[in-house]
């Protein structure tokens, strides 16, 4: 996986664990998109105090990941969901029985729901 997407999966899901300077710097390098330097001047820091934070932050979000696994669940039930509604669509191409349709169309709906 991209690694500045497996970061924002990890702080979408764990970053409320952080410190508030954590978060900042976090979001000001990867959601504001300052340079180091850039960080450095707005939180009167080093450029390398700002790089030791973002990396020890980073072994953080993943240190949540390696224990609590939300993320791998996540993603294993998104794909368990995309699988039963293929195999809904499925049903409904095959039987057209009118009350058939509409519990797949529930099901379909509910699959729809849980993966947006």
């Known amino acids: 996986m991209d690694d500045i997407l497996q970061l924002t999966l990890l702080y979408d899901f764990y970053g409320e664990l952080l ?3 954590q978060k900042q710097v976090y979001e000001m390098h990867y959601q504001n998109d300052l340079s180091l330097t ?4 707005e939180l009167s820091i080093s ?3 700002v790089r030791d934070q973002l990396k020890r932050t980073e072994r953080i979000l993943q240190g949540y990941e390696e224990k609590l696994q939300l993320i791998s669940r996540f ?6 969901v995309q699988e039963m509604k ?3 669509e499925d049903m409904e191409k095959k039987n057209p029985d009118a009350a058939m349709v509409k519990a797949i169309s529930k099901m379909k709906k509910i699959a729809e729901e849980i993966l947006s």
């Not at 850039?38 to 001047?41: A, F, L, P, V, Y």
Request: charged fraction near 35%; glycine fraction near 6%; avoid cysteine.
């Open 86 to 88: 293929h195999i809904i």
């Open 38 to 41: 850039e960080i450095g001047e």
């Open 19 to 21: 410190t508030e300077k």
């Open 47 to 49: 450029r390398q105090a």
């Open 75 to 80: 993603q294993a039930q998104k794909k368990a």
